[in-house]
């Protein structure tokens, strides 16, 4: 079984900064994509950000020049690095992982989610 755990979530102030992780466990061995996705409540899922294995990088234009995106293949994670939040940069954020990716909203394992609040 492959596992995503995510971590680092929690309460900040808008203007604020927050990362955070998300590891992989189990049979897996490589990883094509790693993906950030998020949902507030009441929403769909909205993808956020992704990283390839050559290292390069896609945002939403939500987030982009805000959020920082990154990968260690040794340790199989991934990571999320936001900045200057804003309150409705709240929601539960989701890491996926893709051996061979399909397409968007595809990805193959998916995290539990860790919950962001941003208060004014």
């Known amino acids: 079984q492959v596992q995503l755990v995510e971590s680092g979530g929690g309460l900040v102030q808008a203007g604020g900064s927050l990362r955070l992780s998300c590891a992989a466990s189990?049979?897996?061995?490589?990883?094509?994509?790693w993906g950030w996705y998020r949902q507030a409540p009441g929403k769909q899922r909205e993808w956020v950000a992704r990283?390839?294995?050559?290292?390069?990088?896609n945002y939403a234009d939500s987030v982009k020049g805000r959020f920082t995106i990154a990968r260690d293949n040794t340790k199989k994670s991934a990571s999320l690095e936001m900045s200057s939040l804003k309150p409705e940069d709240t929601a539960v954020y989701y890491c996926a992982a893709s051996p061979n990716y399909r397409g968007p909203e595809t990805d193959d394992y998916w995290g539990q989610g860790t919950q962001v609040t941003v208060s004014s």
């Open positions: 990283i390839w294995s050559g290292g390069f990088r």
């Open positions: 189990g049979n897996i061995f490589s990883i094509n994509t």
